[in-house]
């Protein structure tokens, strides 16, 4: 995700940039850039790589101005390059900008500004906000930032800097974060606590809709209305360390945390009318091409072959295709079976994991065009595919993934319904239902996270064990693969995930008195079988935790323990079901000590086979 850093006052502000955007590394970033405002005018250095790179372009003699801002990019809109690297300007460098966050009608809003004579020179959403403020200027900052705001749909943390008004910085906030830090004589803007810490502990944090203007010795925070708004002055008491994950105790917990905001990212643009129009005309598709597909091959490693399987579930029950789901080390390997009319998808948070970019290789080389779904702009599987589907998750930094997983499967739905309504396949009626079903997950997200006490009860009895098993049924068998994978990774504790009917012809020799077995019974038309699954379980004594929906209350009679997940759809429950498992693995790992970032043995990105 990206950082942005500002800084005005009496000190030279680039040092104090560079080192701000050093504590933000941990968000991820791909590119980095200053722009100084001194007496010589405005001097803007970006640099696509580490910040190293960026200081080397700089140099020693930097300008001596008292202000500036700098951007660390994660890029979403535009590969990873100098040009695209932030701080942006428009057509002149009167109007600086940096910017996190995606806008969502930049398309229409470039086409529309380049009729009025403006030039771009990035591929960038964030550029339209530079031209946009240059377009409306009527020599007040803040007055034209709000009037630019009101065209842009989408989310942002953005500061914009004018030559012509140097004594201020001006930045606003919609869906990104956004503080200000206070000091004496000087004060800074960051995304992020860590950015500020070295100078100040006292910040205000910008809410949504909120502006603010910034000088060395004053801040001023009001509403889209101009209302003037007295804000509390919060005191930071966390470590420079828990600051960098956001005062959480590790990143996984965080991702986990950010999983709503991620959701709500990944829907951006893609779920319009509160869920009740599905567009991804980003992927270019004709209906031709859509109508053409008669098989689906989704193709992954680990957690994104995961994904891949609740895919399948969803893809067969809306689109009636058939649809192979398999493991890229797999396929590479064994020939596959493709037609010029498979529908080939590769799913990778990373973009580079060596397995699946061979496949997709693979697939080329047949003639196939493949579809990545990816969380990295620039990355090669983003590259070589011939269309992308971005995750929008943000920087996955823990090893075990969480927010990509739940993001991957939103993608793979959004693809889905997509499908279903260029092929005819749903009324409107139905597709609107799916849609705003779909859209309200975020919210339902966020109510089992604020659930997570009764989680960490939970993890208490199962960290003592060696060895527990996850069972479930069709979808639910897909979600307990991950469950059992993110418990063995993170806690060391083996996990076995079964089809819930397969228990009996082996695996059941295994119950013994009180082993955990995590039974997912969320599927409302087949409870009764899983109900019976959970019944020879706890015929030899197994300790059953479940997870079903709401409505499904006369299960805890059968059961130890159960987590009712809030009721949705039963094709979406996935999206809700995995948050307690990942939560459950969390906490079983911290119960016992495990590096639950680093686990051992195990890199981020797997770049060899
Ligand atoms: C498990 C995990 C891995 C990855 C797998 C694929 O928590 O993160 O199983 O899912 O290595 O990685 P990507 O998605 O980067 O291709």
């Not at 660390?72 to 910017?99: I, K, L, M, Q, Y």
């Not at 893609?270 to 689906?296: C, M, Q, Y």
């Not at 409870?527 to 197994?542: F, T």
Request: hydrophobic share 40%; net charge negative; charged share 25%.
């Amino acid at each position: 995700m990206c950082g942005i850093v500002g800084y005005i006052g009496r000190q030279i502000a680039y040092p104090i940039l560079i080192e701000g955007l050093k504590k933000l590394e941990y968000r991820g970033y791909d590119s980095a850039g200053v722009a100084l405002l001194c007496h010589e005018g405005l001097k803007v250095v970006k640099a696509k790589g580490e910040i190293t790179v960026l200081e080397e372009k700089v140099g020693q003699s930097f300008p001596a101005g008292n202000m500036g801002i700098g951007h660390t990019r994660w890029a979403t809109h535009g590969a990873p390059s100098d040009v695209n690297a932030h701080p942006h300007c428009a057509c002149t460098e009167e109007f600086t900008v940096v910017h996190n966050g995606i806008i969502e009608n930049y398309r229409a809003l470039r086409h529309w500004l380049e009729s009025e004579g403006h030039r771009f020179s990035s591929e960038t959403d964030t550029e339209v906000l530079a031209h946009l403020v240059e377009h409306y200027y009527n020599g007040d900052l803040l007055k034209t930032v709000q009037e630019a705001i009101k065209k842009v749909e989408g989310s942002f943390a953005m500061v914009v800097m004018c030559r012509g008004e140097n004594d201020k910085l001006v930045c606003a906030r919609r869906d990104s974060p956004l503080i200000i830090g206070l000091g004496e004589g000087e004060n800074f803007i960051a995304s992020d606590v860590p950015a500020v810490l070295n100078y100040t502990r006292k910040i205000y944090i910008l809410e949504d809709g909120e502006f603010a203007v910034i000088t060395a010795s004053s801040v001023q925070i009001c509403s889209a209305e101009c209302t003037m708004l007295q804000k509390e002055v919060r005191e930071i008491t966390w470590d420079a360390v828990a600051a960098e994950k956001g005062g959480f105790r590790h990143f996984m917990l965080k991702e986990i945390m950010e999983q709503p905001r991620a959701l709500r990212e990944t829907m951006r643009g893609r779920l319009l009318n509160g869920g009740r129009e599905i567009n991804l005309s980003e992927l270019n598709l004709t209906p031709e091409e859509i109508n053409d597909i008669s098989r689906i091959y989704i193709v992954a490693c680990g957690t994104a072959y995961h994904a891949g399987l609740v895919g399948k579930y969803a893809m067969e029950k809306l689109l009636r295709l058939p649809v192979e789901v398999d493991l890229a080390s797999e396929f590479r390997y064994r020939d596959p079976l493709l037609d010029e009319k498979t529908m080939v998808i590769v799913i990778s948070q990373s973009g580079e994991t060596a397995d699946t970019l061979a496949a997709l290789r693979l697939a080329r080389s047949r003639g196939n065009k493949v579809l990545a779904i990816t969380n990295v702009v620039g990355s090669s599987v983003s590259r070589e595919a011939d269309k992308v589907l971005y995750t929008w998750a943000g920087p996955e930094i823990a090893v075990a993934s969480t927010k990509a997983y739940l993001t991957q499967i939103l993608s793979l739905y959004l693809l889905t319904l997509y499908l279903a309504q260029v092929r005819g396949l749903l009324d409107r009626q139905e597709l609107e239902k799916a849609g705003e079903a779909l859209f309200a997950l975020p919210a339902k997200v966020e109510e089992i996270l604020s659930r997570e006490v009764e989680i960490q009860d939970i993890a208490a009895y199962l960290s003592c064990w060696e060895s527990t098993f996850f069972i479930g049924r069709n979808m639910d068998f897909a979600v307990a693969m991950e469950g059992a994978l993110k418990l063995k990774e993170i806690s060391y504790i083996h996990a076995e995930a079964y089809a819930s009917g397969e228990l009996k012809h082996g695996t059941l020799a295994l119950i013994v008195e009180g082993i955990p077995v995590i039974a997912l019974a969320t599927q409302k038309d087949i409870i009764e079988k899983s109900l019976s699954n959970i019944k020879e379980v706890k015929a030899r004594n197994g300790y059953v935790i479940c997870l079903a929906q709401e409505g499904t209350e006369d299960l805890q009679n059968e059961v130890d323990r159960v987590f009712y997940l809030p009721a949705t759809e039963d094709f979406l429950t996935p999206i809700l079901s995995v948050v307690p498992l990942q939560l459950l693995s969390y906490y079983a790992a911290v119960a016992r000590c495990c590096p639950v970032d680093k686990p051992r043995n195990l890199a981020k990105s797997v770049t060899v086979e």
